[in-house]
């Protein structure tokens, strides 16, 4: 029996984690997006969905090279690309041998 296709869970994202670890409250992250602490509260509270512009917009209104993808992840936990951001060409296949020794 084929597998059933259903509605997709959106991902969480993480945007309260990342303003809290900036410092930031909603209403300093809404000055620098020129929008209201109310749609950043809607926001963290996923109650609106979000444009990949406005996700990009939210990673540079948090600053520390943040990319709009980093969202996805806890700031505790962050991806393997963000981690490998900015490391040398020598650090990134270094990890990525490592990464397909583990996927054999």
Do not use: C
């Amino acid at each position: 029996m084929p597998a059933k296709i259903g509605p997709r869970r959106p991902r969480k994202i993480y945007l309260a984690e990342h303003r809290d670890a900036r410092g930031l409250t909603q209403e300093q992250l809404a000055a620098r997006l020129e929008t209201t602490g109310m749609t950043v509260s809607r926001w963290e509270r996923q109650a609106t969905t979000m444009t990949t512009g406005t996700l990009q917009a939210i990673a540079e209104a948090l600053g520390g090279g943040l990319e709009a993808e980093d969202l996805f992840h806890h700031p505790d936990q962050p991806s393997p690309n963000q981690l490998l951001r900015g490391q040398s060409p020598e650090v990134i296949e270094s990890a990525m041998r490592m990464i397909r020794a583990l996927r054999r």
